[in-house]
């Protein structure tokens, strides 16, 4: 009724991507299966995002090059950090590696910050369930997943990997609204080939992820 002809679908919440055991490896391997076979239900439309098992970042790279060569998935989702690590570190090299190789986007989903992070940030003097909000989609989870797409530019990870598409959601979790701010501040002294904003422009996607805003979309546009 409004338009929308084909919808990328993946695993969200309690995605088995970033479970810290080797059964992540097969779990994965199993919700992509499932995916895919849901997906040729409808194939004219639905596409699939992967879910790889970040704990094997080998594992990981193989079934990202599995879900796209044998599944037909357009891009791979990722659910926050593993074991504490963002993709910055170099562990994850290979997932990296991967995504230039399939020429895919990897989209980097929120998820809530570790217990210690909740607790210091957003915890106070209101009802648990708003330090939960607080914590998660109100505000906590957009901040951390801003600051992981920072991590790989800060890291040079984007300088080893030059052809990686990153996709994230909300309107860039803040960080689209910060370029400038981040190359005044960081600009001047920083250990990259370009600035913040240059990597950020290259090689960031961003979607809106529900929050249906006019006044979000031009500014998106207009930076």
């Known amino acids: 009724r409004v338009g929308i002809d084909i919808q990328v679908v993946s695993n969200g919440a309690n995605s088995p991507s970033r479970l810290e055991h080797p059964e992540a490896v097969e779990l994965c391997r199993r919700v992509n299966d499932k995916l895919a076979q849901q997906i040729s239900e409808h194939p004219t439309r639905f596409r699939g995002f992967a879910t790889i098992p970040l704990h094997d970042p080998a594992a990981a790279a193989d079934e990202m090059r599995r879900c796209v060569n044998e599944l037909g998935f357009v891009g791979t989702l990722i659910m926050g950090t593993c074991g504490g690590l963002f993709l910055d570190d170099e562990r994850f090299d290979p997932v990296l590696a991967a995504a230039e190789e ?68 909300h309107w860039g979790e803040f960080v689209a609204g910060w370029l400038d701010r981040l190359d005044e501040a960081i600009g001047w002294g920083t250990h990259l080939d370009r600035t913040v904003s240059e990597y950020y422009r290259e090689h960031v996607w961003a979607t809106p992820s529900g929050m249906y805003s006019q006044t979000q979309l031009q500014f998106i546009l207009a930076e």
């Open 102 to 169: 399939v020429d895919l986007p990897i989209y980097v989903h929120p998820e809530l910050p570790p217990a210690p992070v909740s607790t210091a940030y957003y915890a106070g003097n209101w009802p648990t369930a708003a330090h939960f909000l607080f914590s998660g989609p109100a505000f906590g989870w957009h901040a951390e997943a801003g600051i992981h797409v920072l991590r790989l530019i800060l890291s040079g990870a984007l300088d080893r990997h030059p052809s990686l598409k990153l996709l994230s959601g």
